[in-house]
Nanobody, 124 residues
Framework: QVRLVESGGGSVQTGGSLRLSCVVSGYSYNRPCMGWFRQAPGQEREGLATIDSEGATRYAKSVKGRFAISRDVAKNTLYLQMNDLKLEDTGTYFC??????????????????WGQGTQVTVSS
């Protein structure tokens, strides 16, 4: 059974940085397509970033240039480095995968497994 456990959320002022982590267990392939998503209060879930089996990354326009997704294969851990945080980045952040559902590996993809989420609050 695949298990995803996020950590690293917290409160930060605008312009600050946070790094989220997601430890993956129960999946035999160590470079699956995975992603980070966000859900703000009263809004739909938004795909932010994905990384595929070859390490190629894709980002939503809202975070491109500020956020960076990466993985440490040896630690079975997915990361999201978030810089220059804005008020609108506030929300619950979820790690997703594997496996990805359907073709491709983009922030529009859907995944079979999700973490419990970690809260990020950005204030002025």
């Amino acid at each position: 059974q695949v298990r995803l456990v996020e950590s690293g959320g917290g409160s930060v002022q605008t312009g600050g940085s946070l790094r989220l982590s997601c430890v993956v267990s129960g999946y035999s392939y160590n470079r699956p397509c995975m992603g980070w998503f966000r859900q703000a209060p009263g809004q739909e879930r938004e795909g932010l970033a994905t990384i595929d089996s070859e390490g190629a990354t894709r980002y939503a326009k809202s975070v491109k240039g500020r956020f960076a997704i990466s993985r440490d294969v040896a630690k079975n851990t997915l990361y999201l480095q978030m810089n220059d945080l804005k008020l609108e980045d506030t929300g619950t952040y979820f790690c997703a995968g594997p496996p990805v559902l359907g073709p491709g590996c983009t922030p529009d993809s859907d995944f079979n497994n999700w973490g419990q989420g970690t809260q990020v609050t950005v204030s002025s």
